[in-house]
C-alpha cells in the first residue's frame, strides 16, 4: 500500500533556479520526515516536522508540514549540483510503529 | 554509537533459488526493525517490520518472508526467488516507542535474480 504519493516524480533544473517538491497523503501523520538517498546507498534524514502547519529551515531548503498533517512540502532555493539525489518523504499513522516512504522525486541540477 | 549492518552488498542468484539476506543492530536494544525493497529511482516499499523477537508484520503479501530470531537480528527469506524479486533491499531500525524518530538505514543489498 503506497501512502503517500510525491509529486513530480523527475526533476531537472539548472543551477540557481528554485523547485518544490510535494508529498500528500490521504490518511493523517503523526509526523512526516524527510529524506535524501544518493544512488546504492541507505536514506539519511534531512528533517522531521510534527506539528501541524510547523515549517523548518535547514540552509537553502524550507519544509512544511501541512495544517491538517496530511501532506508536506520541500523547497529548495538556490538549487546547487551537490542538491542532486532522491528525496523521500515518510511517515508512519499516529501511534503505529510502520513507516512508509514516498514514491520519491528524483532531482537533477545542471551547473 | 548505534550501527546496522547488512549483507551481502550484492547478490546474484537463479530463478527458483533460495534467498537469505542478514541485518544486525548494533548498540541500542529492542529496536523497530524494517525490512524495505526499491525499485531503480523510486521509494521504498515497506515489506515487514518487527517491534520485538518473533514479532512480524508482513505490509505486502509476496514471495518473501521475514524472521527475528535474536532482539538485533533481522532476516528476509525466500523459498524460491521470482524475476520480480530483484532490486534493492534495505534494512532499517528505529527506536522503539519513539515513532517520530530517524529511520537508521544499513548500506542495502543489490539482488538480481537471473
Known amino acids: 500500500t503506497q501512502l503517500l504519493e510525491q509529486s513530480p516524480q523527475f526533476l531537472s533544473i539548472q543551477e540557481g533556479e528554485n523547485l518544490t517538491v510535494y508529498c500528500n497523503s490521504s490518511?493523517?501523520?503523526?509526523?512526516l520526515q524527510w529524506y535524501r538517498q544518493e544512488p546504492g546507498e541507505g536514506p539519511v534524514l534531512l528533517v522531521t516536522?510534527?506539528?501541524?502547519?510547523e515549517v523548518k529551515k535547514l540552509k537553502r531548503l524550507t519544509f512544511q508540514f501541512g495544517d491538517a498533517r496530511k501532506d508536506s512540502s520541500l523547497h529548495i532555493t538556490a538549487a546547487q549540483p551537490g542538491d542532486t539525489g532522491l528525496y523521500l518523504c515518510?511517515?508512519?499513522?499516529?501511534?503505529?510503529?510502520?513507516?512508509?516512504f514516498g514514491t520519491g522525486t528524483r532531482l537533477t541540477v545542471i551547473p | 554509537s548505534q550501527t546496522i549492518h547488512q549483507w551481502p552488498a550484492t547478490l546474484v542468484q537463479p530463478v527458483g533459488s533460495p534467498l537469505s539476506l542478514e541485518c544486525t543492530v548494533e548498540?541500542?536494544?529492542?529496536?523497530?526493525l524494517y525490512w524495505y525493497r526499491q525499485a531503480a529511482g523510486r521509494g521504498l516499499q515497506l515489506l515487514f517490520y518487527?517491534?520485538?523477537?518473533?514479532?512480524i508484520s508482513s505490509e505486502v503479501p509476496q514471495n518473501l518472508s521475514a524472521s527475528r530470531p535474536q532482539d538485533r537480528q533481522f532476516i528476509l527469506s525466500s523459498k524460491k526467488l521470482l524475476l520480480s524479486d530483484s532490486g534493492f533491499y534495505l534494512c532499517?531500525?528505529?527506536?522503539?516507542?519513539?515513532?517520530?524518530?530517524?529511520?537508521?538505514f544499513g548500506q542495502g543489498t543489490r539482488l538480481t535474480v537471473v
Open positions: 532499517a531500525w528505529r527506536p522503539r516507542n519513539r515513532l517520530d524518530t530517524e529511520a537508521f
Open positions: 490518511s493523517v501523520f503523526s509526523s
Open positions: 516536522v510534527v506539528t501541524g502547519g
Open positions: 515518510a511517515g508512519g499513522p499516529t501511534g503505529a510503529n510502520n513507516l512508509f
Open positions: 548498540g541500542t536494544s529492542n529496536p523497530n
Open positions: 518487527s517491534v520485538g523477537i518473533g514479532q
